[in-house]
Nanobody, 116 residues
């Protein structure tokens, strides 16, 4: 069955960096567009970034453009999100999603907390 497992979250000060990973199994990862979404406390899912099956093109929400970078290793069935210059407003549970947007299969999420 499709399985997505996120990791790499944690507590970081504003201005810091984190690198999230998402390990995929149960499907042909290299064939799929993948996305990152997040959910802040008390809010709905917010799309963050998307990456085509071969790594290009990549798209970002305005709120993270220039600070976050999505990448992938199809050899390792892994999706990444490098997050730099983190802000308290980036605090959320981050999920990887198979496909575009927020509606696809997603993992259990990893918590990112940014303190001011």
């Amino acid at each position: 069955q499709v399985q997505l497992v996120e990791s790499g979250g944690g507590l970081v000060h504003a201005g810091g960096s984190l690198r999230l990973s998402c390990t995929a199994s149960g499907f042909d990862f290299f064939l799929y567009y993948m996305s990152w979404v997040r959910q802040a406390p008390g809010k709905g899912l917010e799309w963050v970034a998307g990456i085509a099956n071969d790594g290009r093109p990549r798209y970002y929400a305005d709120s993270v453009e220039g600070r976050f970078t999505a990448s992938r290793s199809n050899a390792n069935n892994t999706l990444y999100l490098q997050m730099n210059d983190l802000r308290p407003s980036d605090t959320a549970v981050y999920y990887c999603v198979r496909g575009r947007g927020t509606g696809g299969t997603r993992g259990q999420g990893t918590q990112v907390t940014v303190s001011s």
